[in-house]
């Protein structure tokens, strides 16, 4: 008999788990629809042509394809151009487009300029909206990484103004102060970046300049470096490039820094101008966590036009927990151009492991069941349905043990789901009119009417 299992790189969630997730969900949900956000929602699947080439060629790799139902072998024989050889990059990619024409998303913002290109005519712009969806990505697993894993997300589209930047990082101090999670909020800008490459010689290699920069925190300088030597990068202009991402000095002295290393690309001098408004803007709103400037954040996705955002926790080692930026003209590769946008996407099973790290999940969250009525059997039942039927109209969540087992099987039964309260209303509870309740954390036990049940229970 094969042993059940799950493909790597995706997990099964407990009810205990579930609770959890979605007290992340319902709090990114809450704060978002506090700035105006709309809800919507995509399909997991899209086409294939919806999918490829917006992601840069590192994420293409990434990109799960889906078979073509029925005989997808049908006509292969005519994939390949006379003389191709078989596995040649042009062949492989016409047997691709052959065999399939759909992928499961890759994130939500490309599926999203999809979705208000096709919606326009129904949508009032500015259109701000809010998605909470799974994503995948062919990915190799390990620790905080998954193929299968939830964002959130939300942006607002047909608006340049740098205001919506300063709001999405007031939203994003918002959660994570809302979570309980210590964050730092990196933040550059893709002008910047555009100025750096003009700068050091490169300015036709921004892709590959941003992709190697990318993995500076993963890889080290070293590798980084060798990486643009061998995406074509001079060596003058990988030296340049070198001295910059070594530059040492405080926030205060880097935009003087830059300055001066700008000073001859109009791009790089927007950027900076770009990026002391939007600093400037979201510090007005009192951010309790630190917003800082950091110029080796590149986000590697080609869609990127000017801000950049990126947030990591201070206190657990696991990658980005939420990043995202501005994208100039995304819905442009959908034939409407020109119609500027801006979002950020929470990572939320990051987001999950990090306050599992650190226990920041409250305590009675572990069941989504505050109380549980004792089965003492079908008379007494009876009573219990009626009590039960009045607290949760009440909206407290309550259980009857569906059968009348031994008390310790009922007890136990309460202990491992984490139900905080018993009620116990036997023959002589119900012959007093009261009913006992017991604190499972503590053991203390009061005698109730089953009127003051209700308020007693209340969270």
């Keep these: 008999m094969t042993r059940p299992s799950i493909p790597k790189g995706t997990r099964d969630f407990t009810p205990a788990e579930m609770v959890r997730r979605n007290y992340i969900f319902a709090t990114i949900r809450k704060i978002f629809e506090l700035f105006g956000y709309q809800p919507i929602e995509t399909p997991a699947l899209e086409n294939l042509s919806t999918l ?26 005519n994939a390949f151009p006379d003389g191709e050889e078989a596995f040649s990059p042009a062949s492989v990619k016409a047997l691709t487009l052959l065999i399939t024409e759909k992928g499961l998303r890759y ?27 799974p994503v995948w990505r062919a990915d190799r697993p390990q620790k905080g990484r998954y193929r299968e894993f939830f964002q959130c997300d939300v942006d607002v589209i047909g608006s340049s103004s740098l ?9 994003i101090d918002q959660v994570f102060l809302a979570l309980g999670i210590s964050v730092s909020i990196r933040v550059n800008n893709r002008k910047i970046l555009s100025g750096i490459a003009e700068a050091v010689g490169a300015s036709g290699q921004l892709t590959d300049l941003t992709t190697a920069m990318d993995k500076l925190d993963k890889v080290g300088l070293e590798k980084v470096l060798e990486e643009l030597l061998s995406r074509g990068l001079s060596p003058e202009s990988v030296e340049k490039t070198a001295a910059l991402l070594q530059w040492q000095g405080s926030q205060e002295e880097l935009p003087v820094m830059l300055t001066e290393f700008l000073r001859d690309s109009v791009t790089g001098q927007k950027g900076l101008q770009e990026m002391a408004e939007v600093t400037e803007m979201a510090k007005a709103c009192g951010l309790k966590n630190p917003l800082l400037f950091d110029l080796k954040l590149a986000r590697g996705l080609n869609y990127y036009t000017g801000t950049i955002l990126e947030v990591s ?47 920041l999940f409250p305590e009675e969250m572990a069941s989504a069941t505050r109380a549980l009525f004792i089965n003492f059997g ?35 039964y309460a202990h491992r789901k984490n139900i905080p309260y018993v009620i116990l209303a036997g023959e002589d509870e119900i012959r007093s009119g009261f009913v006992s309740l017991k604190k499972m954390k503590t053991g203390e036990q009061i005698n109730l009417s089953p009127d003051l049940l209700t308020d007693h229970l209340r969270p």
């Design 163 to 171: 205001l919506n930047e300063a709001e999405l990082i007031q939203i």
């Design 378 to 412: 079908e008379k007494e039942v009876r009573h219990c349905i009626q009590w039960a039927s009045r607290l949760r109209d009440a909206g407290i969540s309550t259980e009857i043990y569906p059968d009348p087992a031994k008390l310790k099987k009922q007890m136990e």
């Design 52 to 77: 490829l080439g917006k992601y840069g060629e590192e994420g293409d790799k990434l990109l799960f394809k889906i078979l073509n139902s029925g005989n997808y072998l049908e006509g292969i024989q």
């Design 107 to 133: 994130d939500l913002t490309v599926p999203f300029a999809r979705f208000v290109v096709q919606h326009q005519h129904e949508l009032t712009f500015p259109f701000k909206r809010y998605q909470i969806q």
């Design 313 to 359: 926790s201070r206190d657990v080692e696991i990658g980005s927990i939420c990043g995202g930026g501005r994208y100039d003209d995304l819905t442009g590769i959908f034939g409407w151009e020109g119609v500027s946008g801006v979002g950020i996407s929470f990572g939320a099973d990051r987001i999950f492991d990090v306050m599992a790290a650190l226990n």
